[in-house]
């Protein structure tokens, strides 16, 4: 079935670092591809998204692109902050996204001052 | 900006019991869906919801679960007879079901089965 995995944590980076968490997918069709964010003590929130092959998707400094050619949709941020530090999650849903979202096992990312 | 709520934000029950996890999604969005993150482990699907019927279940939703939008704004998930492994943050989520292929996600609810 569909699957996602993601770079094991923690990443632990200083303030101003170069982030990059890297995210691969195996789907039968063409899905879209989705970075959930979760700060500690709160639910899921969209960072960003791409729904088809080549799309950035970009929010607050963070981008990926859809890499149909290499089955990746890797995370990266130029400068990370100590807000930033947080579970970043990759997920997959197929078929116009309306479907379930599978998700990768997250990746802890803790900011240093 | 509009966003999904869930009530409570911390349940406690004895294994056995039922529980009654409620979620009040954003109010135009059509579908709806359970997820949920068993401490230090992956967001987990586990059912969606639309039209008035669920349109795809996982393994995880068996029997003991059951889902209802009984009055056009809440959500429920119910656990019939909590056991100790149904320990776990339950977020409920919805999508608009249009171009943007997002679906928002409530704070959560935690459950701790005793």
């Known amino acids: 079935g569909d699957s996602v995995t993601q770079m094991e944590g923690p990443v632990t980076l200083s303030e101003e670092a170069f982030l990059t968490i890297n995210c691969t997918y195996t789907?039968?069709?063409?899905?879209?591809l989705f970075w959930y964010v979760q700060y500690p003590g709160e639910g899921l929130q969209l960072l960003l998204k791409?729904?088809?092959?080549?799309d950035k998707g970009s929010n607050k400094g963070f981008e990926a692109t859809y890499r149909k050619e290499t089955t990746s949709f890797h995370l990266e941020k130029g400068s990370v902050q100590v807000s930033d530090s947080a579970v970043y999650f990759c997920a997959l849903s197929e078929r116009g996204g309306y479907n379930k979202l599978i998700f990768g096992a997250g990746t802890r990312l803790a900011v240093h001052p | 900006e509009p966003e999904v709520t869930q009530t409570p934000s911390h349940q406690v029950t004895q294994m056995g019991q039922e529980v009654i996890l409620r979620c009040v999604p954003i109010s135009n969005h059509l579908y709806f869906y359970w997820y949920r993150q068993i401490l230090g482990q992956k967001v987990e699907f586990l059912v969606s919801?639309?039209?008035?019927?669920?349109?795809?279940k996982s393994e995880i939703f068996d029997d003991q679960f059951s889902v209802e939008r009984p009055d056009g704004s809440n959500f429920t998930l119910k656990i019939r007879s909590t056991k100790l492994e149904d320990s776990a943050m339950y977020f409920c989520?919805?999508?608009?079901?249009?171009?943007?292929?997002?679906?928002?996600f409530g704070p959560g609810t935690r459950l701790t089965v005793l």
């Open positions: 791409a729904t088809k092959a080549d």
């Open positions: 919801f639309y039209n008035n019927e669920i349109s795809e």
């Open positions: 789907a039968t069709g063409y899905p879209s």
């Open positions: 989520a919805s999508s608009a079901g249009d171009q943007s292929y997002t679906q928002y």
